[in-house]
């Protein structure tokens, strides 16, 4: 790269909006796009290189020679006026990406934006009608199993439905306002995979998918969420927009295989696949369990909940213990390492720090709860 060149670049990058990828924001980027004139982070540039070079063609800023028209168009364009053209009709419920976002969403969210132009051509945006059908592949509820279900989202009626083959009744209908969606590629052994959750019957309710199509798999992430929101937008119309996105999907804060026993010290400890959602810690014999064997409600801490290292009286000591307190019960759970252990305690007292949102206390009355009080307390 000559050195006029270089030097340009580098006045360039340190632009307000150059100085972070133009796709997910992560700050420094060290790669560009030089016929789309934008400044990227090493992820999204692979994901770039991966569109082909017909859409975007790729360079580093400091190891690749730069001739000048590419300089030229970087200095024409640069990030803010990309965004002002690639992402003009983002909806309000599309989730935006940054360096946290599950590598399936970055990869549709910049295919999107410049493969499909889907946010400057926004009829092309399938997942924002507020219906769709089609066919995901399905985990049986009982087995491994995972076989083609038909799908059906309305908004208007506040459903998705799934059937059997071809039978004329649903298998189950589910509110849409009930759901959360997530990406969840570490558990379900097929690429492109989402978890759906919702509350039957007090429990929740876990429903695995995936399908050979990453573009798919991401629409009925995108139309469960543009549902929800319009759906939040009646049910609560005081509510400014931006703090109702918060609640159209959340992804899992954490979860892991930690030992746990019951609240007696003669209790053996048994493995158990840890789920940290929301104010929820749930815990299932396998990963892939249709509904968790427990579920715990994180509440806050002026009202009796703590998490701490160590293990209660009695209790056999095995690993890295920590107990999480609530005003039912201490739970003694053990991790394998110290690290596993901090990163556990670290995620679990964030929640018992933040507050309360009236939502939250309606998913405390909705769990099962072995003891009635519980339910008391939460509605005092």
């Known amino acids: 790269m000559a050195d006029k060149n270089g030097k340009i670049l580098l006045e360039l990058l340190n632009a307000k909006g150059n100085d972070e990828c133009a796709d997910c924001g992560l700050k420094g980027p060290e790669w560009a796009s030089y016929n789309l004139g934008i400044f990227l982070c090493t992820r999204c540039a692979a994901c770039h290189r991966s569109m082909g070079a017909h859409i975007s063609k790729i360079k580093h800023l400091k190891l690749d020679q730069w001739e000048d028209a590419q300089v030229t168009r970087m200095k024409e364009v640069g990030n803010n006026n990309a965004k002002l053209k690639y992402e003009r009709w983002v909806p309000p419920s599309y989730r935006r990406v940054d360096k946290d976002t599950p590598q399936i969403l970055v990869e549709q969210w910049i295919f999107a934006k410049y493969a499909r132009e889907e946010f400057i051509h926004p009829e092309r945006q399938s997942y924002t009608s507020g219906f769709m059908e089609g066919y995901l592949m ?101 509510e400014a927009e931006s703090e109702l996105l918060a609640h159209l999907s959340q992804d899992y804060v954490k979860e892991g295989y930690l030992s746990k026993t019951g609240p007696s010290p003669k209790d053996v400890y048994k493995k158990r696949w840890c789920t940290l959602e929301g104010r929820k810690l749930m815990y299932h014999v396998d990963p892939l369990d249709a509904y968790p064997k427990g579920e715990i409600f994180l509440g806050h801490t002026t009202s009796g909940y703590l998490v701490v290292p160590g293990f ?19 739970y003694q759970f053990s991790a394998e390492t110290e690290q596993e252990r901090s990163e556990w305690i670290e995620s679990v007292e964030n929640i018992l720090k933040t507050q309360l949102m009236p939502q939250d206390n309606n998913l405390a009355v909705s769990l099962n709860k072995k003891r009635n009080d519980s339910i008391a307390f939460f509605n005092r």
């Open 138 to 238: 399905k985990k049986g509820r009982e087995n491994n199993q995972f076989l083609p279900r038909k799908f059906v989202l309305s908004e208007i009626e506040n459903t998705v439905k799934y059937y059997v083959k071809d039978k004329k009744d649903p298998k189950a209908i589910i509110k849409i306002s009930d759901i959360n969606v997530a990406f969840s590629p570490k558990k379900i052994p097929f690429p492109n995979a989402l978890q759906i959750d919702y509350l039957k019957d007090g429990s929740t309710r876990h429903i695995y998918v995936y399908h050979d199509d990453p573009q798919t798999v991401v629409n009925w992430y995108h139309a469960i969420r543009c549902c929800k929101l319009h759906l939040l937008q009646v049910g609560y119309p005081s």
């Open 312 to 330: 209660g009286p009695g209790f056999r000591e095995m690993g890295f213990g920590f107990i999480l307190h609530t005003p039912e019960r201490a």
